[in-house]
């Protein structure tokens, strides 16, 4: 509760002649018409209102994160696929898993078969292989359990126990399922198929090769080698250097340029050279190969690379 001080006075109102009163006006209307004009220039220019601009930008930020992924289905799914390979030993606790299961149909689906018996698994993990409107595919890896009985001695008593061995299994698990507002459910009965591979074969890629046509000077290669390990040089260690000579190459501190193992640099006219190299780097895990395709420009006294690939040239295939 507010309490007024004793010796609060009021406070008093200061009168406005009738001058001011109309400057007041004046300015007021003044005021509207200039921020008319510059509303009317920004929209002829192509200006477009902040709140539009923030959406495309969060639309934008969206799209590349998900790379238009549905991340609300993903999720729902997500769950379904771990409920639905996770089923106890334990009778109790199979009753339990069904009912999980079934949750997710919201409908009990018709049924003819009597023949539907599910055995002990255990969810190992799932990766998603694809994502349309009404259906999902999982790569799914699981333990798969096989029930056997055994007897089991007690004192002058004879009892079977189950015994459960379980071994790995890896498929593909298609699930039907259907968006209603912002919620989901499965509307029809997943199923299974096996895994493709998907390994290319020899016949299917073609060959990586090295470009020899053009063959440069031994000076002139000598030349373009120092460049070439100059550039790899300042790649990984100096980035003020690196814009110097290039563009396209970001600083890249946590590897270590070890060596030039194969370079051939074909002439394109203008002191322009296509650059095909095979380096050595370093890294935590030891050393590796990369291999480069670029432009090499002559000016002046020295060299500038551009349009930088991460791959070979193709060939014929022999």
């Known amino acids: 509760m507010l309490k007024k001080q004793p010796n609060e006075k009021p406070p008093k109102l200061k009168k406005m002649s009738a001058k001011q009163a109309g400057a007041l006006v004046v300015g007021g209307v003044v005021f509207l018409f200039i921020a008319n004009v510059a509303l009317v220039s920004l929209v002829a220019s192509g200006y477009k209102p902040t709140h539009k601009i923030i959406r495309e930008e969060v639309s934008a930020t969206q799209k590349a994160s998900g790379n238009g992924l549905d991340l609300q289905a993903k999720n729902y799914l997500d769950g379904f696929v771990q409920t639905y390979f996770t089923f106890p030993e334990d ?49 799914v890896t699981y333990s798969a359990g096989e029930v056997t009985t055994k ?62 046509s053009g063959k440069t000077s031994d000076s002139v290669k000598k030349d373009l080698d120092k460049f070439t390990k100059s550039l790899f040089t300042a790649y990984t260690t100096d980035g003020d250097t690196l814009k110097l000579i290039s563009k396209g190459l970001s600083l890249n501190k946590g590897q270590e340029f070890k060596s030039l193992d194969q370079a051939t640099y074909e002439a394109k006219g203008g002191d322009k050279y296509h650059a095909v190299v095979q380096i050595t780097m370093k890294n935590a895990l030891g050393t ?24 070979l040239p193709e060939g014929k295939k022999e």
């Open 91 to 139: 009778e109790k606790e199979q009753e339990i898993a069904v009912k999980d299961i079934n949750a997710y149909f919201v409908q009990n689906l018709p049924v003819i078969s009597q023949g539907i018996q599910r055995k002990p698994s255990k969810f190992e993990g799932a990766v998603m292989m694809s994502l349309a409107d009404n259906e999902a595919t999982y790569k």
């Open 151 to 212: 007897e089991v001695k007690k004192e002058k008593d004879t009892t079977k126990q189950n015994v459960v061995k379980y071994h790995d299994e890896t498929t593909l698990f298609t699930i039907p399922y259907q968006k209603v507002g912002s919620a989901y459910y499965i509307s029809d009965e997943p199923y299974f198929s096996s895994v493709p591979d998907l390994q290319a074969t020899e016949n299917q890629v073609p060959t990586k090769t090295w470009s020899d």
């Open 288 to 311: 590796h190969l990369e291999n480069y395709q670029f432009t090499i420009e002559k000016q002046k006294q020295s060299y500038f690379a551009t349009d930088f690939k991460h791959t």
